[in-house]
T-cell receptor, first 114, second 110 residues
Framework: NAGVTQTPKFQVLKTGQSMTLQCAQDMNHNSMYWYRQDPGMGLRLIYYSASEGTTDKGEVPNGYNVSRLNKREFSLRLESAAPSQTSVYFC?????????????FGPGTRLTVT | GIQVEQSPPDLILQEGANSTLRCNFSDSVNNLQWFHQNPWGQLINLFYIPSGTKQNGRLSATTVATERYSLLYISSSQTTDSGVYFCAGDSGGSNYKLTFGKGTLLTVNP
């Protein structure tokens, strides 16, 4: 039981390049989330998916898109990376039961945009 | 959205000491959680504690929802307790939009 997995672990992009961060969970959770963490700050929600087939914006969605590919997988895409998107990105999931909101986190992806 | 304040921002302890970390919310919250981020960056669930008190080994947590705060107690601290402790709660009206505090950086010296 791997929990929440993320790929890649590290990535360096040039300004304007695009990339997709992958996240998968094997806990049969309904809900999945993407956060970013910047130095000295807590985590900020980018997008979430309350259930398969739905996605909603969080606190800082600008510059990002998401896809809930199936119940297990939730990807985050940067279409045109900017230095302000340099951050550590965490994926999380919660469920499986309705009303079960405790979130479990993946190991993170450290992204640098030059 | 709600504001989450954690105190103290930094804490240095000698191994074996006890400590209390506090989390205040600007409005009522649901789904309050405590996390530990270890020095390698991994976020680990400590407690899901919307109200009441829970204990897990040397750690315990209490949430007083009506007064909008939560406390995390660490007893007999160990060097492995070092890291950043975050609390988070939902941003009112949505059970999915957790708002995090900025964390308490705990350093436990041998």
């Amino acid at each position: 039981n791997a929990g929440v997995t993320q790929t890649p672990k590290f990535q360096v992009l040039k300004t304007g390049q695009s990339m997709t961060l992958q996240c998968a969970q094997d806990m049969n959770h309904n809900s999945m989330y993407w956060y970013r963490q910047d130095p000295g700050m807590g985590l900020r929600l980018i997008y979430y998916s309350a259930s398969e087939g739905t996605t909603d914006k969080g606190e800082v969605p600008n510059g990002y898109n998401v896809s809930r590919l199936n119940k297990r997988e939730f990807s985050l895409r940067l279409e045109s990376a900017a230095p302000s998107q340099t951050s550590v990105y965490f994926c999380a999931s919660s469920g499986p039961s309705t009303g079960d909101y405790e979130q479990y986190f993946g190991p993170g992806t450290r992204l640098t945009v030059t | 959205g709600i504001q989450v304040e954690q105190s103290p921002p930094d804490l240095i302890l000698q191994e074996g000491a006890n400590s209390t970390l506090r989390c205040n919310f600007s409005d009522s919250v649901n789904n309050l959680q405590w996390f530990h981020q270890n020095p390698w960056g991994q976020l680990i669930n400590l407690f899901y504690i919307p109200s009441g008190t829970k204990q897990n080994g040397r750690l315990s947590a209490t949430t007083v929802a009506t007064e909008r705060y939560s406390l995390l107690y660490i007893s007999s601290s160990q060097t492995t307790d070092s890291g950043v402790y975050f609390c988070a709660g939902d941003s009112g009206g949505s059970n999915y939009k957790l708002t995090f505090g900025k964390g308490t950086l705990l350093t436990v010296n041998p």
